[in-house]
């Protein structure tokens, strides 16, 4: 039990986020979350975003969308709308089956044909029955459960409160309930916490802050294509920046605040100005949004962690030119700006890397960029695999641009 409960509390978390981000993913189920990896800290992700809308409060979605099991009252039903708070239903149900092991109201399409299953899901009626007391499950178990199964979507928590209230109660009735036992939960979250702690003493001899000023002062071209390399990366290649972010982001939002960076700045240099902070901030957060997500952290630390080569960059390459004519285009950069983009930034985004002035950027011209010496100027392309090879990966330029969140974690 304490370990399905560490995977409602990471499933909460990623709701939060989402819904925090003004997204409605309107389709979680078991199937749509999963571990990243077998090993025992493997990060949990909800996927398949395919479904997912964005959402005003002021505003309802009407759009039909359902799997049976996680179907909630108002749908099923046809007396609402989906909102966030449909969401919050299918986290009582997920959280339902990791408890008890089964549904409660719905196990598949057909029980949807049965009068009295479809009436007692519309009405919202369960009873903790036998396999709840034969089980042991928590009285902060059941809570959760019935503050997330509330028949009227006004009545259900938010996902924020959701989580606090895992890790504020229930989380610590079950240390305490199993700090004998040897709980794999448990060890679990206490190794989690002595590795965030252990990040934030080490923080100053991780970061390096001449690599996150040269970042701040690339060109948004140049940011753009290491962001698009960011979001590509392996855990494997990424795990200790993963931990560094982890560390840093001390509200478990999935993303850095302003605050939040200035905290993690003071054990580099206590003596660093607000200015100087919100200067690098600002630098960071490429899509202005006023948090620094996982992949623009990633695109900013990239260089000193060696993670820039030939083969991710002809990848970015790739990605941009979605349609594979062989350069990049203004239309290309308006398709990965989106709808925020304006017609000035393009035009300063091609002649970032322009040096044919023929209106467009070859991989050759794209490679220059990247592999340009702000100080020093353009090394030559012939000789840039054997730079790489000498200098380790550890002097090459990087950076990028937009972020869509995944969840992680």
Partial sequence: ???????????????????????C???IKLEHILYEDGSKDATIRLIDFGLSSRFDRAEKSRRAVRTAYTLSPEIAGGFGQYTEKTD??????????????DA?????????????????????QYTFGITWRGRGISSHAKEFVRRCL?????????AKTALRYVESTWIPALEKEDVNKGSVALKRTVSFKRRSGMEKTEMAGIISMEDINRFCKY??????????????????????????????????????SLLELKQAFCLINPDMDDETVESVFQGIDLDHSGEIHWAEFIAALSESYGLITMD????????????????????????????????????????????????KIDYEELIQLMFED???GVEAVGDIDESLRSAGMGDIADSVGRNSFCSQD
């Fill in 374 to 376: 702000p100080v020093k």
């Fill in 150 to 158: 509330e028949r009227h979507p006004s009545d259900r928590w938010t």
């Fill in 219 to 256: 060109g948004m071209l140049k940011k753009t294509v290491l962001m698009t390399m960011a979001q590509t990366m392996d855990r494997e290649d990424v795990e200790r920046l993963r931990e560094i972010f982890l560390a840093a982001d001390t509200t478990d939002s999935g993303t850095i």
């Fill in 88 to 101: 919050i239903w299918s986290v009582g149900v997920v959280a339902w089956i990791l408890l008890a092991g």
């Fill in 25 to 27: 993913h309107r389709n």
């Fill in 312 to 359: 991710r960059l002809a990848e970015a390459f790739d990605r941009i030119d979605s349609d594979g004519k062989g350069y990049i285009c203004r239309e290309d950069l308006k398709m990965i700006l989106g709808k925020d983009y304006d017609d000035k930034l393009v035009d300063t985004m091609i002649d970032e890397a322009d040096f044919k002035s023929n209106g």
């Fill in 104 to 124: 409660p109201f719905i196990r598949h399409e057909d029980d949807l044909k049965d009068k009295d299953k479809l009436d007692r899901l519309i009405r919202a």
């Fill in 1 to 23: 039990m304490s370990l399905k409960f560490l995977d409602e509390n990471r499933s909460s978390s990623s709701c939060l986020i989402v819904h925090s981000h003004g997204i």
